[in-house]
T-cell receptor, first 117, second 118 residues
């Protein structure tokens, strides 16, 4: 079965420091991986995706993620955190199985990022 | 591009009443729409997948008769919570996937609807 794990419930970082939010996945075949951010009482905003190509993916708001096939990881990173980056972050993998292939996403449990001034 | 709206953004209703939530893709045609439910500080739980013009596919444990989903056009899907009870109070989020191009490989999410059942 396909799955995504975000091992940290919360990540705390000081403003200006680099941040990493971890994600590991388990899929059969090549994964389609996504990162989304959610602010309180809002829907999800797309940050970036990996489908194919370069392992380092650059996304919105200065975020990037590195696809590592050997470690089955897709960690989200940013060189210098902002207080406004504080939010809930979700890693997801697209479910490529099933006869319909509807593009269903499987989400990790989410990681709260807290950036302190 | 690829904007998804939801209406209403929040709703309060009495126990036993029904509530309809609309999800619209504003600038693309959505062949598939997804409905999620989210409890505070938890992940999104997929409730059902709907394809335009056909019946929705519900995830295990989701009551079809309680959560009615209609996807009558390529830009509109509705979720009706029938005979709502306090335990149905939650944040409901929809997403849409398009026909081709960027919108085919991604899901675009609506802003969510906060339902409170008294």
């Amino acid at each position: 079965a396909q799955s995504v794990a975000q091992p940290e419930d919360q990540v705390n970082v000081a403003e200006g420091n680099p941040l990493t939010v971890k994600c590991t996945y388990s899929v059969s075949g090549n994964p389609y991986l996504f990162w989304y951010v959610q602010y309180p009482n809002r829907g999800l905003q797309f940050l970036l995706k990996y489908i194919t190509g370069d392992n380092l993916v650059k996304g919105s708001y200065g975020f990037e993620a590195e696809f590592n096939k050997s470690q089955t990881s897709f960690h989200l990173k940013k060189p210098s955190a902002l207080v406004s980056d504080s939010a809930l972050y979700f890693c997801a993998v697209r479910d490529l199985h099933g006869s319909s292939n509807t593009g269903k996403l499987i989400f990790g449990q989410g990681t709260t990022l807290q950036v302190k001034p | 591009g690829a904007v998804v709206s939801q209406h209403p953004s929040w709703v309060i209703c009495k126990s036993g009443t029904s509530v309809k939530i609309e999800c619209r893709s504003l600038d693309f045609q959505a062949t598939t729409m997804f409905w999620y439910r989210q409890f505070p500080k938890q992940s999104l739980m997929l409730m059902a997948t709907s394809n335009e013009g056909s019946k929705a596919t519900y995830e295990q444990g989701v009551e079809k008769d309680k959560f009615l989903i209609n996807h009558a056009s390529l830009t509109l899907s509705t979720l009706t919570v029938t005979s709502a009870h306090p335990e149905d109070s939650s944040f409901y989020i929809c997403s849409a996937r398009g026909l081709a191009g960027v919108s085919y490989n991604e899901q675009f999410f609506g802003p969510g609807t906060r339902l409170t059942v008294l």
